[in-house]
T-cell receptor, first 117, second 113 residues
Framework: GAVVSQHPSWVICKSGTSVKIECRSL??????MFWYRQFPKQSLMLMAT?????????EQGVEKDKFLINHASLTLSTLTVTSAHPEDSSFYIC?????????????FGEGSWLTVV | DAKTTQPPSMDCAEGRAANLPCNHS???????VYWYRQIHSQGPQYIIH???NNETNEMASLIITEDRKSSTLILPHATLRDTAVYYC??????????????FGQGTELSVKP
């Protein structure tokens, strides 16, 4: 299957600082990427849909000024958690849609663990 | 996107076939059935998808009933490494119909020696 890479795999940051997570589609172009977060023992929760060259679409209840998404190229989307607080500590996962496959298959990155101290 | 119903957990003996059911009685004609799995602390892994015909790849087989209201994912020879949470998701794939993957609780499959 297609490869989606996230960086960093894990990050620890101080409360009040911002942290950026990158999501790259390595072997296909992705006009659409998706960002999820997952708390322990829970399922994935969709945060936003990232569209190349346009503003992201956020799910209800997700603060767009808190979670900044930029999709500046066909292979890269970034999620910036601004003014992070301990409650933002979570597993953040991105995915990318490969329109070159039947059914526009979506592939996921390895995830990024964020710990805010 | 249509909602799916899966059993919360299942056990399977190593080397035996694992059959994971999924109900999606409100599926629309343009919605595909997708299966993903998530091994602990990793991103979900794509397994297989189908529209109406049965599908098979190197990982699994997908059996979709004729009325498309339910499906079964089959892992033919389960190994310990297949222990994971398996998600069945129905999804429209046309760009103007969103195409988002909305995850339910999935089935936690435990493969035992």
């Amino acid at each position: 299957g297609a490869v989606v890479s996230q960086h960093p795999s894990w990050v620890i940051c101080k409360s009040g600082t911002s942290v950026k997570i990158e999501c790259r589609s390595l072997d296909f172009q992705a006009t659409t990427m998706f960002w999820y977060r997952q708390f322990p023992k829970q399922s994935l929760m969709l945060m936003a849909t990232s569209n190349e060259g346009s503003k992201a679409t956020y799910e209800q209840g997700v603060e767009k000024d808190k979670f900044l998404i930029n999709h500046a190229s066909l292979t890269l989307s970034t999620l910036t958690v601004t003014s992070a607080h301990p409650e933002d500590s979570s597993f953040y996962i991105c995915s990318a849609r490969d329109r070159g496959t039947s059914g526009n298959t979506i592939y996921f990155g390895e995830g990024s663990w964020l710990t805010v101290v | 996107d249509a909602k799916t119903t899966q059993p919360p957990s299942m056990d399977c003996a190593e080397g035996r076939a694992a059959n994971l059911p999924c109900n999606h009685s409100t599926i629309s004609g343009n919605e595909y059935v997708y299966w993903y799995r998530q091994i602990h602390s990793q991103g979900p892994q794509y397994i297989i998808h189908g529209l109406k015909n049965n599908e098979t790849n190197e990982m699994a087989s997908l059996i979709i009933t004729e009325d498309r209201k339910s499906s079964t994912l089959i892992l033919p020879h389960a190994t310990l490494r297949d222990t994971a949470v398996y998600y069945c998701i129905v999804r429209a794939t046309h760009y103007n119909q969103g195409g988002k993957l909305i995850f339910g609780q999935g089935t936690e499959l435990s493969v035992k020696p």
